[in-house]
């Protein structure tokens, strides 16, 4: 059972973050635009130029959502402040409903709190994620593995679809290198902090002495852009070889070259497909990715956002993580770039990185 000063603390806490969340989105002006937005469907002509009218209607679902949300956390947080007095004057004995409401508050908070953030220009995106060991060998490599088990966990939490586009298995043990695709409502927008580089630390099963190690992994997170994008890909610009696919082994594995590999001659981004049957199709998917990337990288230099639209990966070594994995000697994820920290790392190498996704947006909000 909470105690009274912890739950006036949350109610706090809540007050808090909703008005900061309230100038942050300005409610009153999204009110504003919504009953103008009203008036203007109203108009008998309004119909008459479906693609417009399309597109006004998108923004009043989208403005209705942050209103009834806004206002359903609103009439929560006065129905908590109401239980909270009955219960400390001793009227009712209302600690049970009262930390129901704490934690269905909570919950609808923070996830408004993320919908809100999650508005920038790629947001909406598929994600591209590449993963590469660092410095460290064999354990780099496992360690490179157990990170993607951790982001394919936490794609089937969020109901996403993960595509592996390519997939290069360690010698010993790990992954050497791994791009996939994860597809969902802000794919992107969610993943985008995970960019940078993510260090391990433990006993490595793969020490004879039994000794600690520490080991890193590179994560590049990129939007997929589609539709019309003004980027060309002239057949000297790029280099195309192939080669046969080292999926997973066995079945999977493709006997003929159908794996392809595109270099950008230019910029020496590569990118490599061996997940579809055929050379065509894979050298289709290669394509659509490093258009993707070529998009983006034009963007930097156009824009001068560099941190605003990829990030920095960072040197894949000691000093340029953006999160530690502690397991030895003691328990504990932290990163770096919010101090969010979680003890148990169970759950978060199972997928449960939500936390640290949320403190990550939050942070970024706070520095636009």
């Given at each position: 059972?909470?105690?009274?000063?912890?739950?006036?603390?949350?109610?706090?806490?809540?007050?808090?973050?909703?008005s900061e969340l309230e100038k942050a989105i300005k409610i009153d002006a999204v009110k504003a635009s919504y009953a103008e937005h009203q008036q203007e469907m109203a108009a008998p002509e309004f119909y008459k130029d479906m693609n417009s009218a399309q597109k006004v209607l998108k923004k009043v679902k989208a403005e209705k959502d942050i209103i009834e949300t806004h206002q359903n956390l609103v009439n929560g947080l006065e129905e908590l402040e109401l239980y909270f007095?009955?219960?400390?004057?001793?009227?009712?004995?209302?600690?049970?409903?009262?930390?129901?409401?704490?934690?269905?508050?909570?919950?609808?908070?923070?996830?408004?709190?993320?919908?809100?953030?999650?508005?920038?220009?790629?947001?909406?995106?598929?994600?591209?994620?590449e993963l590469h060991p660092g410095a460290g060998g064999t354990e780099s490599q496992d360690w490179t593995e157990m990170l993607f088990r951790m982001y394919t966990r936490f794609a089937e939490r969020n109901d996403f679809q993960v595509e592996i586009v390519d997939y290069l298995e360690g010698?010993?043990?790990?992954?050497?290198?791994?791009?996939?695709?994860?597809?969902?409502?802000?794919?992107?927008?969610?993943l985008k902090g995970e960019q940078g580089v993510h260090r391990l630390v433990r006993i490595s099963p793969f020490d004879v002495n039994s000794r600690r190690h520490t080991s890193f992994c590179a994560c590049t997170v990129t939007p997929v852009i589609e539709g019309d994008v003004n980027v060309e890909i002239r057949p000297e610009d790029i280099r195309i070889d192939?080669?046969?696919?080292?999926?997973?082994?066995?079945?999977?594995?493709n006997k003929t070259e159908s794996a392809v590999?595109?270099?950008?001659?230019?910029?020496?981004?590569?990118?490599?497909?061996q997940n579809e049957r055929s050379q065509i199709q894979n050298k289709e998917k290669a394509l659509a990715i490093l258009k993707s990337k070529l998009y983006q990288l034009e963007l930097k230099e156009k824009e001068k956002k560099l941190k605003q639209i990829t990030g920095d990966v960072g040197e894949n070594s000691f000093g340029s993580q953006i999160r530690s994995y502690v397991f030895h000697p003691y328990n504990l994820i932290k990163d770096h770039r919010t101090n969010y920290e979680v003890a148990n790392v169970g759950p978060v190498m199972d997928g449960e990185i939500e936390g640290f996704i949320n403190a990550y947006l939050k942070s970024e909000y706070n520095l636009r």
């Open positions: 059972m909470m105690e009274n000063y912890e739950i006036a603390n949350k109610i706090e806490d809540y007050r808090v973050r909703l007095e009955l219960h400390k004057s001793g009227e009712e004995n209302l600690g049970s409903e009262i930390e129901v409401l704490v934690k269905k508050i909570e919950k609808e908070l923070s996830d408004f709190e993320t919908a809100m953030l999650l508005s920038g220009e790629y947001d909406d995106c598929d994600a591209i994620v010698e010993e043990a790990g992954i050497k290198s791994v791009t996939f695709i994860v597809s969902g409502p802000k794919a992107y927008g969610r192939t080669f046969r696919s080292s999926g997973a082994g066995g079945q999977k594995v590999r595109i270099t950008h001659l230019k910029t020496g981004l590569v990118v490599s497909c």
